[in-house]
């Protein structure tokens, strides 16, 4: 009678035990998302003067862009930020970013730029030539007031992630 119910627990153990690991299915309630081609994608956040260089004028642009990256491991591009004045004339910057990380910020000051009264506008561009080529970019105007005869530009581009 023990001989027979140890047995009878044995098979009983082996079924739930059976059941439990093949009744089992791979089920997910997330769509499946293959990630093929990678892309940059950038946003002009901020747009704005002021005195940034303490000189006394009012007449240095900062600019934000955030820039989101998918898509691979590592990713090697090209960033260029271009300030154009009213008047037609522009000013860039540009570096080239070989990262890990999917997100970075852009912050760039334009010094001794919003030399004329108008529009201003901040465009962004992006060349990523990490599994092929993808480029975007992104702009945005803005009218700083006034202005006054400068003396010349430089500008400063720095990352932070």
């Known amino acids: 009678m023990r001989k027979h119910r140890n ?3 044995g098979i009983l153990l ?36 002021g005195d940034l260089d303490g000189d006394g004028f009012a007449d240095d642009v900062f600019s934000s862009v955030d820039a989101n990256l998918s898509c691979a491991k590592r990713y090697n591009f090209i960033y260029k930020v271009t300030l154009t004045l009213p008047s037609g004339i522009s000013f860039s910057d540009s ?5 890990r990380l999917n997100h970075l910020i852009f912050s760039t000051i334009f010094f001794n730029s919003a030399i004329e009264s108008g529009f201003y506008t901040v465009k962004a561009e992006a060349l990523l030539n990490t ?8 702009s945005l105007t803005f009218d700083p007031p006034g202005g006054h005869s400068g003396t010349g530009t430089s500008s400063i581009t720095s990352v932070t992630y």
């Open 7 to 9: 047995i009878l627990s």
């Open 14 to 49: 082996l079924t739930l035990f059976g059941s439990t690991f093949f009744g089992l299915q791979t089920v997910s309630s997330f769509t499946t998302f293959e990630c093929t081609t990678p892309t940059i994608t950038l946003k002009v956040t901020q747009g704005y003067y």
């Open 95 to 99: 570096l080239g970013i070989n990262t």
């Open 131 to 138: 599994g092929g080529q993808f480029y975007h970019t992104d």
